[in-house]
């Protein structure tokens, strides 16, 4: 059973640009959420898609975004970055997104902002 | 604000040692969650807990959750090398997939 893929695994980016990020679930999982990890916020929650719609919102500026498709992948947009982005972005995928099922995490796009 | 405050944040210790990890909130959560990172990976789930008093057993490892469903903790009986890694808890309101974590405890098991 394949686990949840995350494209690219590192990418370096230049302060004001853009970038993308792809998550692909685990087959038959519906949910999918985004968090950042770093060294001194740990990890935060984003947001989370769930049969493409955005179904919770974490408290990040609107330069973060999101979407999920009908196959269930899912894209992270972070626009006009910042040095503050680098971060691990990590995703998650669920069944329904409900706590009681446990989540499997991706091992994560590391973004360096320089 | 909604926190998770967990100790201790670094734990070094000897092979074979006993030791507890401690996740506490002012906040009732729905279930918490016991995950397992290693350095350049994401965190892979151990344990969901989800009643008030529960306590789940997984090999040499203990996971209690608090009565009023506040509080957890891990305890992990003589300890191996193999155990290194960041230990993080968890929380769920059940608000859809919404995850309010700890910050980490990075315990390093030295043989």
């Known amino acids: 059973k394949a686990g949840v893929t995350q494209t690219p695994r590192y990418l370096i980016k230049t302060r004001g640009q853009q970038v993308t990020l792809s998550c692909s679930p685990i087959?038959?999982?519906?949910?999918v959420s985004w968090y950042q990890q770093t060294p001194g916020q740990g990890l935060q929650f984003l947001f989370e898609?769930?049969?493409?719609?955005?179904?919770n919102k974490g408290n990040f500026p609107g330069r973060f975004s999101g979407r999920q498709f009908s196959n269930s992948r899912s894209e992270m947009n972070v626009s006009t970055l910042e040095l503050g982005d680098s971060a691990l972005y990590l995703c998650?995928?669920?069944?329904?997104?409900?706590?009681?099922?446990?989540?499997?995490f991706g091992s994560g796009t590391r973004l360096t902002v320089v | 604000t909604q926190l998770l405050e967990q100790s201790p944040q670094f734990l070094s210790i000897q092979e074979g040692e006993n030791l507890t990890v401690y996740c506490n909130s002012s906040?009732?959560?729905?279930?918490l969650q016991w995950y397992r990172q290693e350095p350049g990976e994401g965190p892979v789930l151990l344990v969901t807990?989800?009643?008030?008093?529960e306590v789940k057993k997984l090999k040499r490892l203990t996971f209690q959750f608090g009565d009023a469903r506040k509080d957890s903790s891990l305890h992990i009986t003589a300890a191996q090398p193999g155990d290194t890694g960041l230990y993080l808890c968890?929380?769920?309101?059940?608000?859809?997939?919404?995850?309010?974590f700890g910050q980490g405890t990075e315990l390093s098991v030295k043989p």
């Open positions: 998650a995928s669920s069944v329904t997104g409900g706590s009681f099922y446990g989540y499997t």
């Open positions: 087959s038959g999982h519906r949910s």
């Open positions: 898609y769930f049969s493409e719609t955005q179904r």
């Open positions: 906040s009732v959560f729905s279930s």
């Open positions: 807990v989800v009643t008030g008093g």
């Open positions: 968890a929380g769920s309101y059940n608000q859809g997939g919404k995850l309010i």
